[in-house]
């Protein structure tokens, strides 16, 4: 993540001229994908030297059928949230196409409250070649539309006193979450790369989580 503030200079009618400093940040986040450590301990040592050593933030792929070890990302988040103070962390990203987007949001309404603040949440609708699919008896066909609606729910779940919501394949009546996130507004990005994802990132999201896009 990257903060730019500039330098701005201030010239009065009379009288030497007065600059106003203003600070520009560069913030460095890590990704995990697969679990490469050979142990939890070796895991919360490089946490902890990710906190100590001035790390930005700490991002976890999604992945629930593998048979490689992954960390699942939500309960990543909430163990990291645990054990850091400063680092904020994010879901790279989670997939709304899996997931119920009630438990989600309420998921990260805890771990945002609990953390005072520092989730990153990052949504996607998931990879359609993930075994996933197949594993769970879905398919990938439409799952565009229900991530849709997820997302449409999730923000207003960590908004809205009660949310009432009629789709294809959510029903809501006076749903409400508490406690509700510290960062108002709470981000939203988007992952994805097709052009659904954009406009998906566009109507509903706060920020875009590339993959290996050039600008």
Request: aromatic share 8%; glycine share 10%.
């Amino acid at each position: 993540t990257v903060e730019h503030r500039c330098r701005a200079a201030v010239h009065p009618p009379c009288g030497p001229v007065q600059e106003e400093s203003q600070v520009m940040t560069i913030g460095i986040g890590v990704g995990l994908a697969a679990f490469p450590f050979s142990s939890a301990s070796a895991f919360w040592r490089w946490i902890a030297l990710c906190e100590a050593g001035g790390v930005d933030s700490f991002w976890q792929t999604d992945r629930l059928v593998s048979t490689i070890a992954f960390l699942e990302t939500m309960s990543a988040m909430a163990a990291v949230a645990g054990a850091t103070e400063r680092m904020k962390f994010g879901m790279n990203v989670a997939s709304v196409g899996l997931r119920d987007p009630l438990l989600l949001a309420k998921q990260c309404a805890t771990v945002d409250f609990l953390s005072q603040g520092r989730l990153l949440p990052a949504f996607g609708v998931g990879s359609a070649l993930a075994p996933d699919w197949a594993a769970t008896g879905r398919t990938f066909k439409g799952s565009g539309k229900l991530a849709d609606e997820a997302l449409t729910l999730i923000a207003r779940l960590w908004t809205e006193e009660k949310v009432t919501f009629a789709g294809e394949h959510f029903q809501y009546h006076d749903a409400t979450i508490a406690p509700r996130p510290v960062q108002q507004p709470m981000p939203l990005w988007i992952g994805g790369s097709s052009k659904v994802a954009i406009r998906r990132t566009a109507s509903v999201g706060t920020g875009w989580q590339a993959g290996s896009e050039n600008p």
